[in-house]
C-alpha cells in the first residue's frame, strides 16, 4: 500500500491551486504515481515559499518525511560546477574559449582542443564514466561504492573521446570542470563550492559530503533493495556528487535566475534578496549547466534533472525568474518528478 494512503486527504471542497492543502495533495499523489517512499516538493513564487513534503524517509522506520530532509541531488550538481566555473570567467580567471590543453595538459588524451564552453554544453565529445560497465560492474557488483574515487581515475572509463561539435551528454564533461575549478582556484571543489556558492546563500544543508551516509539524509530505494543512501560521494564529484534539501536548491536556483521579487511589510525592512549574476552566463548558447525548455502550457523553463541509484528530482525556474520549482524523491522515478515539477510550474 502507498505510504501517502496513510496521510488525510484533501476535503471534497477543491481548493486553490496555490494554497497548502493543494500543494500537500500534489506532493501525496506523487509518491503514490511514482512508487516512491517519499517526496517533497517545494514551490516559490516571488520568493514566496511553499513547501510540502509526503510518504516516508525510511520506510524501513518508518521516519515521516519532513521538507527538510536531504537528498542526493546526482546531476543537478552540474548547475552549481557551471555556476562557479562562469564566476571565474566573469573575474578573467578562466575564459570559455580556454581548452584542456592549455588549462590540463594530458589529462585526456585526445581531447586538448576541448574548450571549456564545450564542456559545459556537452558537445566536447568526452564520453561518460558512467555508461562505462567496466565501471558500473566494478561499483555496483564489485561493491567498490564506499571506496574513495580520485577524478583523473574515473576520466579513465568512457573510452577515447568523439567528435567535438556533437551534442552528447556526458558526466565526464562536469569532471573535467571540477579539474578546472580546483586548478585556478588553487582550492578543493567542496572549499570552492563553500566559498563561492553555499556560505554567501546561506544553503546551509548543501555540501559534498565526507560522510558515506550524511547527516539528515533520505533512504533511497532502488526498486526492491537499497539505492545509494551509503556511498562515497566521489563515484559523481562535481558531476553530481551534492547532497541538498529542495529548499537550499530552490534558494539557489532563485539567486540564480529570480525576477523582481514582490514582498509585503515594511520597504525598509526587507532583506536584499541574494543574487548570482552568473544566471545570465548560464543561459547563453540555449544553457550552460542548465537546459531550457518550453513546457506544454507554453512557459519556458531554465531546468536540470539528477538521477542516481535511489533517488532522483529536478530544479526549475521560470524564464522570468518569478517562479521556482523544485521536486525530489528518494527513489529513481524522474520522470515522475519531471512531470510534477511541469505541472506545477503551468499552474
Not at 501525496?28 to 516538493?41: C, E, I, N, Q
Not at 516559490?44 to 520506510?59: I, N
Not at 546526482?74 to 590543453?101: C, M, N, P
Not at 588553487?186 to 572549499?191: F, I, K, T, V
Request: net charge positive.
Amino acid at each position: 500500500m502507498p505510504a501517502s494512503s496513510e496521510r488525510p486527504r484533501t476535503p471534497s471542497t477543491p481548493e486553490p491551486p496555490g494554497s497548502a492543502s493543494a500543494l500537500q495533495t500534489i506532493a501525496d499523489d506523487l509518491v503514490a504515481a511514482a512508487g516512491s517512499p517519499g517526496a517533497v516538493v517545494h514551490i516559490r513564487d516571488d520568493g514566496r515559499v511553499q513547501e510540502a513534503a509526503s510518504g516516508f524517509a525510511d520506510p524501513a522506520t518508518r521516519t515521516p518525511m519532513r521538507v527538510d530532509h536531504r537528498f542526493r541531488i546526482a546531476s543537478i550538481t552540474k548547475t552549481f560546477t557551471a555556476t562557479i566555473a562562469l564566476q571565474l570567467v566573469r573575474e578573467r580567471r578562466l575564459a570559455l574559449r580556454d581548452t584542456l590543453g592549455e588549462l590540463l595538459p594530458g589529462v585526456l588524451p585526445g581531447a586538448g582542443r576541448v574548450t571549456v564552453e564545450q564542456l559545459l554544453t556537452h558537445t566536447s565529445g568526452i564520453p561518460d564514466y558512467l555508461t562505462d560497465s567496466r565501471f558500473t560492474d566494478a561499483v555496483v557488483d564489485g561493491g567498490m561504492h564506499t571506496r574513495d574515487w580520485p577524478p583523473r581515475e574515473l576520466l579513465g572509463y568512457g573510452g577515447r573521446p568523439g567528435r567535438s561539435g556533437v551534442n552528447r551528454y556526458s558526466n565526464g564533461n562536469f569532471i573535467l570542470l571540477g579539474l578546472i575549478i580546483e586548478k585556478v582556484t588553487g582550492q578543493s571543489y567542496a572549499e570552492a563550492l563553500r566559498e563561492r556558492v553555499t556560505e554567501p546563500l546561506k544553503l546551509r544543508d548543501t555540501e559534498l559530503p565526507l560522510d558515506l551516509r550524511p547527516p539528515g539524509l533520505a533512504t533511497g530505494r532502488q526498486g526492491d533493495g537499497p539505492g545509494a543512501t551509503v556511498v562515497n560521494s566521489s563515484i559523481f564529484w562535481s558531476a553530481g556528487g551534492l547532497v541538498s534539501t529542495a529548499g537550499d536548491v530552490g534558494a539557489f536556483y532563485e539567486a540564480l535566475f529570480g525576477g523582481k521579487r514582490a514582498m509585503s511589510g515594511d520597504p525598509a525592512k526587507r532583506p536584499a534578496p541574494k543574487r548570482l549574476p552568473e544566471g545570465a552566463a548560464l543561459k547563453r548558447a540555449g544553457g550552460l549547466g542548465v537546459f531550457a525548455d518550453r513546457l506544454p502550457c507554453g512557459t519556458r523553463v531554465w531546468n536540470h534533472s539528477g538521477m542516481v541509484y535511489g533517488y532522483s528530482g529536478i530544479a526549475m525556474s521560470s524564464e522570468d525568474g518569478r517562479r521556482q520549482v523544485v521536486v525530489q524523491l528518494n527513489s529513481p522515478a524522474a520522470g515522475q518528478a519531471i512531470a510534477a515539477a511541469g505541472r506545477l510550474m503551468c499552474r
